[in-house]
């Protein structure tokens, strides 16, 4: 599985961002698609996940603020991200879980600064 994540920039405390992951096959074959995010110094930790039936996991440190939806017939997953704060800057990496199997896209930075 491939996947081309996209997205990512530099946004004011406040404001908003949509990260993009493209997967090279059907989102229904993938198990998990999900986004992770890892800041400089820190460990990298997940964001939001979404199963193949639908169901949707956040870390509480977004919940309320991020929203994870998926276009099927794009095989493309969105992760909304919404009053973006100084905390949230990392570069994200999108994830996903075929067949026991992890995959990763590119990073993306997101920047939340003023």
């Known amino acids: 599985v491939q996947l081309q994540a996209s997205g990512g920039g530099l946004v004011q405390p406040g404001g908003s961002l949509r990260l993009s992951c493209a997967a090279s096959?059907?989102?229904?074959?993938?198990?998990?698609m999900a986004w992770y995010r890892q800041a400089p110094g820190k460990q990298r930790e997940l964001v939001a996940a979404?199963?193949?039936?639908?169901?949707?996991n956040y870390a509480d440190s977004v919940k309320g603020r991020f929203t994870l939806s998926r276009d099927n017939a794009k095989n493309t997953v969105y992760l909304q991200m919404n009053s973006l704060k100084p905390e949230d800057t990392a570069v994200y990496h999108c994830?996903?879980?075929?067949?026991?199997?992890?995959?990763w896209g590119q990073g993306t930075q997101v920047t939340v600064s003023s």
């Open positions: 979404i199963t193949s039936g639908g169901s949707t």
């Open positions: 994830n996903a879980v075929y067949w026991g199997i992890n995959y």
């Open positions: 096959r059907s989102i229904f074959s993938i198990n998990v």
